[in-house]
């Protein structure tokens, strides 16, 4: 084989590899996004039926949450109650 034939080709199959790499790395992303992207709609789905069943009896000021902020400061309000009130966990 001629030396100008080896450089190509060397030169060549290197490129290749890493194309074929780049390619096999790109579809492993697509697959981890799509994962990714379900964990955060069953997170959201979660948050939402907390918010619509569970959440509005816990507000005590009588109107609705309609974030997840306002069910979190709700919460809060409501533990810092009970702590303070006796019910809250005790020191080790």
């Known amino acids: 084989m ?3 034939t080896q450089v190509i080709l060397t030169a060549g199959m290197q490129t290749l590899a ?3 790499g780049i390619l096999v790395n790109n579809s492993q992303l697509s697959d ?3 994962h990714i992207g379900t964990r ?3 997170v959201d789905q979660r948050f939402d ?3 619509q069943g569970h959440g509005r009896a ?3 000021s009588g109107r609705p949450l309609t974030s997840a902020q306002d069910f979190f400061q709700q919460f809060l ?3 810092s109650d009970a702590y303070r009130s006796g019910g809250g966990a005790t020191a080790v």
């Open 2 to 4: 001629a030396d100008t």
């Open 18 to 20: 890493v194309l074929v």
């Open 32 to 34: 981890l996004k799509s």
């Open 40 to 42: 955060f709609d069953t």
């Open 49 to 51: 039926a907390l918010l």
């Open 58 to 60: 816990v507000v005590a």
């Open 77 to 79: 309000l409501l533990f």
